[in-house]
């Protein structure tokens, strides 16, 4: 039984940082890429990163690319994303995913477990 748990969020002014972590629980972590999806009321879930198996590739949407980073710790089945120049319109509920794949996918339909969400509000 694969759990992810999300921590971090919270509320910071435009331009500053956060950072949202992602505790998986279950076996073979190191088997999964980990995606993190931010949704806000009445729009869809919106690809923010992912990472896959051992760190070694990660991808990120367009929106957030060279200001978010995400990493990865096989070692304590933990998952980052670092976010900087933090903007209103990144405010969101943050939710990370996990699917037992080689590559990594873009779409939350591939990805079979999700976390509770996590608030991050960034005020102008």
């Known amino acids: 039984q694969v759990q992810l748990v999300e921590s971090g969020g919270g509320l910071v002014q435009a331009g500053g940082s956060l950072g949202v972590s992602c505790l998986f629980s279950?076996?073979?972590?190191?088997?999964?890429?980990i995606g993190w999806f931010r949704q806000t009321p009445g729009k869809e879930r919106e690809f923010v990163a992912a990472?896959?198996?051992?760190?070694?590739?990660?991808f990120y949407g367009d929106s957030v690319k060279g200001r978010f980073t995400i990493t990865r710790d096989n070692a304590k089945n933990m998952v980052y994303l670092q976010m900087n120049s933090l903007k209103p319109e990144d405010t969101a509920v943050y939710y990370c995913?996990?699917?037992?794949?080689?590559?990594?996918?873009?779409?939350?339909?591939?990805?079979?477990?999700w976390g509770q969400g996590t608030q991050v509000t960034v005020s102008s």
């Open positions: 995913a996990a699917y037992k794949g080689a590559v990594i996918e873009l779409s939350p339909d591939y990805y079979d477990y």
């Open positions: 279950g076996r073979s972590f190191g088997m999964y890429a």
């Open positions: 990472i896959n198996w051992n760190g070694g590739n990660t």
